[in-house]
């Protein structure tokens, strides 16, 4: 009994969702937010590194007090990461 009652749900469910795709707006992830420290960050990002802005995830690595990334310790996981 419940069995007919789901598969009529679901199906409503997709007809809902098809409706909604095909007249809804188009989403994009284009966001700004004037004044928020998101924003300075994201504008910082744009103008030093402009190739990577949109689509890239940025890595910041930071060493333990008195080490160095460039330690032999540090740097296979960090080529390990950046190769990723």
């Known amino acids: 009994m419940l069995t007919p009652l789901l598969y009529r749900l ?19 992830d284009d966001l700004s937010l004037p004044g928020a420290d998101c924003q300075a960050a994201s504008d910082l990002l744009s103008d030093k ?13 930071r060493a333990p007090a008195g080490a160095k990334l460039s330690d032999t310790k540090y740097m296979k996981p960090i080529e390990r990461v950046t190769k990723a």
Do not use: D, H
């Not at 590194?49 to 690595?61: H, L, S």
């Open 49 to 61: 590194f402009p190739n990577q802005t949109n689509g890239a995830v940025p890595i910041a690595f």
């Open 10 to 28: 679901g199906q409503l469910a997709l007809a809902i969702v098809s409706v909604a795709r095909s007249v809804g707006q188009e989403t994009n």
